[in-house]
C-alpha cells in the first residue's frame, strides 16, 4: 500500500461545507465490512462456506495480525485474496508485479499462488509495513518469491521499464496503492504486463460512492477518491487496449486483460 497518498486510511471524519461532519466510507476503526454485499449474514456465509475454509494457515494468521493493525483498514479482505491466487494459478502466471503492498496480505496470497521459480516485485513506500508480514513469507518458505522495492510506485515502475528485458514480461500486476495514479500506473504496466497478460485495479467502485449523484455528502477524501475511481473507471471501458471485467468483490475490482 502506497501510503502517502493511499485512498484509503485517513481520518475517520471531515468536516464538509456547511460545518456537517461526514465519516469517511473506509474506516480504521473496522475492517469487516470491506464489501459491497449489504447483507452481513451472506457476506458470513461465503467468507464461512468457500473462503475461510480453504485460507492458508499462513494468510489466516498474517490476517488476524493486520486486523490488530492501527491501518488495518487498508489490508485485503480475504475473500479478494481468495480471488487473486485463482486469477494467478489460472492463468499460470510466473512473474507478477504488485503496486501498494502494506503488511503483504494480497503479497502472501500472489507468493502461494505462483511456482516455486516465479517471482513478484512487490513497491510500496513503507517498508516498515512490509515488514510486518516479512515472517509470514519466510515461515511459509516463499520469501524467495519477493522482490521488494521500497519508494514512490512511479519511480520504481520507471526503473523497471528502464531496462529493455521488463518489456511485456510480466503476466500479472495488482495495484492497490493511491487511487489518483492508478491512470498513470496503467500507461506503465501496458509497457510491463504482455499481452494476454492481466492488470487487476482494487477499490474501485469505493463503496459505491462512485454512483451516487453529484449532491451527495461524502468527506472531502471520499469525494476525491471516488472522482478518481470514475475517471479511472470510464477510462478503462474506452481503452482499446485491454479487455475489461468489474466485480462487485470487495470494494469493486476491476480485472484488465492486455490485448495489444
Known amino acids: 500500500m502506497d501510503t502517502t497518498a493511499s485512498g484509503r486510511g485517513g481520518d475517520p471524519a471531515v468536516a464538509t461545507a456547511g460545518g456537517v461532519t461526514v465519516p469517511n466510507v473506509h474506516s480504521n476503526t473496522d475492517s469487516s465490512n470491506k464489501t459491497l454485499l449489504k447483507s452481513q449474514a451472506l457476506y458470513k456465509y461465503v467468507l464461512d462456506t468457500t473462503v475461510l475454509p480453504n485460507e492458508p494457515e499462513c494468510l489466516r494468521e498474517l490476517r488476524l495480525l493486520t486486523d490488530k493493525h492501527e491501518r488495518r483498514n487498508m489490508a485485503t479482505p480475504p475473500d479478494e485474496a481468495q480471488l487473486l491466487r485463482m486469477l494467478i494459478r489460472l492463468m499460470g502466471a510466473r512473474n507478477t508485479i504488485e503496486v501498494g503492498v502494506f503488511t503483504g496480505c494480497s503479497l502472501l496470497a500472489t507468493a502461494l499462488a505462483l511456482p516455486a521459480d516465479g517471482r513478484v516485485v512487490a513497491i510500496d513506500v513503507s517498508r516498515e509495513y512490509y515488514e510486518v508480514g516479512r515472517p509470514f513469507f519466510e515461515k511459509a518458505g516463499i520469501a524467495h518469491k519477493v522482490d521488494f522495492r521500497e519508494g514512490p510506485a512511479l519511480e520504481r515502475l520507471h526503473e523497471l521499464l528502464a531496462d529493455a528485458r521488463n518489456l511485456g514480461a510480466f503476466d500479472f500486476a ?55 475511481m470514475r475517471d479511472l473507471n470510464a477510462g478503462l471501458s474506452a481503452d482499446e487496449r485491454v479487455e475489461v471485467c468489474q466485480l462487485t468483490v470487495a470494494d469493486g475490482i476491476t480485472i484488465c486483460r492486455r490485448v495489444v
Open 174 to 228: 495488482f495495484v492497490d496503492a493511491d487511487k489518483p495514479n492508478y491512470v498513470r500506473y496503467h500507461e506503465q504496466l501496458l509497457r510491463l504486463v504482455r499481452v494476454g497478460g492481466a492488470i487487476v485495479y482494487d477499490n474501485t467502485l469505493w463503496d459505491g460512492t462512485v454512483a451516487l449523484p453529484p449532491d451527495a455528502p461524502l468527506s472531502y477524501h471520499d469525494r476525491r477518491i471516488s472522482a478518481a
